[in-house]
């Protein structure tokens, strides 16, 4: 057991000396930046050491030691939210001198070091919400951060804030500040912040324990340049005297953001702005219950241009007052020039009120219940004079809005309109004509079942939306005659995305255009010339999944397109559908062979090359006698194949190879001199011992294989014969082969090697190595020639 012990331990710091290799991370873009969320982390992982942005979102890292960051020194963003990080080294930090963006927000960090920040000198936004630490130092924590805009801080541990911690934040614009449980807080603290744009705060526990504690940091954040934001409050009437210091500040904008209290809290707190110098009042997600006790007069607001309404619930709100007597609200709204009011579910607005948004320049009714009828009484039936005569931009959307005749008569005579929201209604179909106020720019027809569009678009466009319809075309002629082209001549942005387009619609109705979205639409391909008919077009978005990528398109899409327009969506987002072997590539690394860009050309050129091939190859077969070769082969092969004949079944001394033209040497000759010598020689000549009917290839070799011996009379006739060189072809192979004296050769007549033809190689080999009878010209020379032959088929 000691021995065990000791090698365990041994073992476990001989492991712990060495590094533990790191984990890695490759889901990094071309721009750079990496997304390594939700990876099950447990360290900071190895990447490339020029990452420009990291996110570690997510993760299960605990730590962040010294040499983490070391290598990223080009790190501009680093999101390290939702981990449970629990200790920072000192210097875990100090290499990222470029870093601008911070996160380590929800978290387990119990405390805060100025030593994490101090060389963070370029950081712009940090967020440090949702951590563990109770108190924000009694040093200067962001003293080094000069450049910091943002600021997050807060958690529901923290219980004190000291005056020291925001000293040097000279150039804030956005600071969060959570703290429901704030006990502590050194007067003058948040006041070291100055420039401050927007400020949200969530105190809702110094709100219900100390109300001098919320004071004093009302006090502090409250400034007139300054929106204040107001978060997560429950509140009741007794609890509203920090808002007396607030309007006494000259506090000018501010929002109540996640508000609960009753009817007759939020129709105090309305009395007390009585004196305020507001120009901005918002409330957003926000419940009020009970039924008011209290009579509203609305304050008389003189400085309020701006007001917010999003998501606000009223209970029993039949029975506030003011819906019972709008004209009470002219107090409050005839200065107003902007008025938001979304997502409350308002389904109808008396035109008594509106009469009184005589300075409305900006209402957005979107995201409630709408419907043409009700739209109809908001805005006066169209008395244009009266209703609305300020405003430019409208917004509309998402309502239940049907009828588009109905739509364009109630703005047709706002004389100021140039920009109108009317998008996620129902509409279907428009009609062919419509009158719209000639200061109209912009229109947004997004998302609402168009079927298809007509002339009754307004002309004085120069932006329209038509994105996610129903559209299959963009046809906008009317009656043949009058065109897009002639109807929008001042169009320069137009929405096309998510609609069912198959083709581009055609460039010549869009003179002027600039900026063209068509994403989405199940494109099929354009090309050169119809790109050319878009003489403005500077940029584009088309990507879909859905292309043909024929050669065309191809080629086009990769070297032509780049110098027409830049694609905002870039070309990762071309994306093949056709043909079968290059589905799901991008069209960008789509590669076509040659046979399917150009099939005429290289057909034509194949059988060009195939005939020349062909005839090149006759030529050679004819020169280099390749075919005579290859029967060479086929006779040795079968040769080979073929057994020996035994010698009970020879029956002749020898088989005569010669050619016809020497045949009345061979008759006349040889025949008699041979066959009448003593004893007589046996011999086979194809003239008179062959079978007739039978293949000659057959008889060759079964003439050679009952021949002792086989003579060649060779001439110049005999390497010129056809029918010797079938003779070698198919019997020289098995002669010579076997390495006997099977063969004899007979010159008739001298034979320079020059005129032997080269595919007689095994007549040369013979003809040089071995020795051979010649036939002699002087008659006293050929008895002894005769006996040499005798003697030589007699061995």
């Known amino acids: ?99 601008e963006v911070l996160d380590l927000s929800d978290n387990q960090l119990n405390y805060l070091s100025e030593a994490w920040f101090d060389r ?21 924590l962001f003293r080094s951060m000069t450049k910091l805009s943002t600021l997050m801080v807060g958690n529901q541990f923290l219980v004190s804030v000291f005056e020291s911690t925001f000293i040097g934040l000279n150039h804030l614009q956005s600071f969060v500040l959570y703290g429901s449980n704030l006990k502590s807080y050194q007067p003058g603290s948040f006041s070291q912040m100055t420039s401050i744009s927007e400020v949200t705060v969530s105190i809702n526990g110094p709100f219900q324990r100390n109300m001098t504690l919320t004071t004093a940091i009302l006090r502090d954040l409250s400034r007139p340049e300054a929106r204040l934001i107001l ?114 579910n308002v389904f109808a607005m008396p035109h008594e009120t509106t009469y009184l948004l005589i300075n409305v320049e900006y209402m957005d009714l979107s995201r409630n219940q709408f419907t043409d009828l009700t739209l109809r009484e908001a805005l006066c039936a169209g008395q244009f004079s009266i209703c609305l005569p300020s405003i430019k931009v409208f917004n509309i959307s998402s309502n239940y809005i049907r009828s588009f005749n109905t739509l364009s008569h109630l703005f047709q005579g706002m004389k100021r309109l140039t920009a109108l929201d009317v998008s996620l209604n129902v509409f279907h179909t428009m009609p062919q004509v419509c009158v719209w106020p000639q200061t109209l720019r912009y229109l947004n027809l997004s998302s609402c079942r168009l079927r298809e569009v007509t002339v009754c678009i307004p002309k004085t466009l120069h932006v329209l939306d038509l994105s996610y319809n129903d559209l299959t075309t963009l046809d906008l002629s009317y009656n043949n005659l009058t065109t897009f082209q002639h109807n929008m001549p001042n169009l320069t942005e137009l929405h096309l995305s998510g609609n069912r387009l198959k083709t581009l619609p055609g460039g010549k109705h869009f003179a002027h255009l600039e900026v063209l979205y068509i ?51 870039r070309k990762q987002a ?39 091939f062909v005839i ?15 029967q060479m082969t086929w006779a040795w092969v079968q040769a080979k194949r073929r057994p020996a004949a035994r010698k009970d079944k020879v029956c002749y001394d020898a088989f005569v190879s010669y050619s016809e033209r020497d045949a009345e040497w061979v008759e006349e ?91 007689f190689c095994k007549l040369r080999k013979v003809m040089n190595s071995r020795t051979y009878l010649e036939w002699p010209e002087d008659d006293s020379d050929k008895p002894r020639f005769w006996q040499s032959l005798r003697d030589t088929l007699r061995m």
Not at 120 to 140: A, D, F, I, M, P
Not at 718 to 736: I, M
């Open 1 to 99: 057991m000691f021995v065990f012990l000791t090698l365990l331990i041994l073992c476990w710091g001989l492991n712990d000396g060495f590094p533990h290799p790191k984990p890695k991370c490759d889901r990094c873009d071309e721009n750079f930046a990496c997304d390594c969320t939700s990876s099950n982390l447990q360290e900071v992982p190895d990447i490339s050491t020029s990452v420009k942005s990291l996110d570690l979102s997510f993760n299960e890292i605990k730590t962040i030691r010294q040499d983490d960051f070391c290598d990223y020194t080009h790190l501009e963003i680093l999101i390290l939210r939702s981990n449970i990080i629990s200790s920072i080294a000192e210097e875990g930090f100090s290499t990222l001198n470029k870093l």
């Open 231 to 344: 978060s997560d409050l429950r509140i009741s009437r007794e609890q509203l005297m920090p808002f007396q210091e607030l309007f006494r500040r000259g506090i000018r904008k501010i929002l109540l953001r996640n508000l609960t209290c009753s009817t007759d809290t939020i129709v105090f707190l309305f009395g007390m702005t009585q004196q305020s110098i507001l120009t901005s009042v918002g409330l957003e997600d926000c419940e009020f219950y009970g039924e008011p006790t209290l009579s509203l007069d609305f304050p008389k607001l003189d400085f309020v241009t701006e007001i917010y309404i999003k998501d606000v619930k009223l209970e029993k709100f039949y029975n506030f007052p003011a819906f019972h007597s709008i004209s009470s609200l002219i107090n409050l709204l005839k200065n107003i020039k902007r008025v938001a009011l979304i997502d409350s």
């Open 120 to 140: 963070l000198s370029s950081l712009k936004h940090l967020n440090v919400l949702g951590n563990r630490y109770e108190t924000l130092g009694k040093g200067s």
């Open 669 to 759: 000759l040889l025949v008699p001199e041979l066959e009448g010598a003593e004893p007589p020689f046996r011999l086979c000549l194809h003239k008179r011992d062959f079978l007739p009917g039978g293949w000659i290839a057959d008889s060759i070799m079964a003439a050679i294989e009952k021949s002792q011996r086989t003579l060649f009379i060779v001439s110049q006739h005999f390497v010129q014969s056809d029918w010797c060189r079938y003779e070698l072809e198919y019997s020289h192979f098995r002669l010579f082969d076997a390495g006997s004296d099977a063969a004899i050769l007979i010159l008739l007549e001298p034979i320079p090697d020059s005129t032997i033809p080269k595919r």
């Open 574 to 612: 071309y994306i093949c559908n056709s043909p079968f072997e290059l589905r799901g590539k991008e069209v960008a690394d789509a590669q076509l062979s040659v046979f399917e860009c150009h099939a005429p050309l290289a057909f034509s050129l194949l059988c060009a090359t195939v005939l020349v």
């Open 519 to 569: 994403k989405g639409n199940p494109l099929i391909s354009f090309s050169g010339k119809q790109m050319s008919n878009y003489s403005s077009l500077m940029v584009m978005e088309a990507g879909t999944d859905t292309y043909v990528c024929s050669c065309e398109f191809v080629n086009f899409f990769k070297y032509e397109l780049g110098h027409l327009v830049r694609l905002k969506d």
């Open 616 to 630: 090149s190859a006759m030529v050679m077969c004819h020169k280099l006698h390749i075919i005579w070769y290859l």
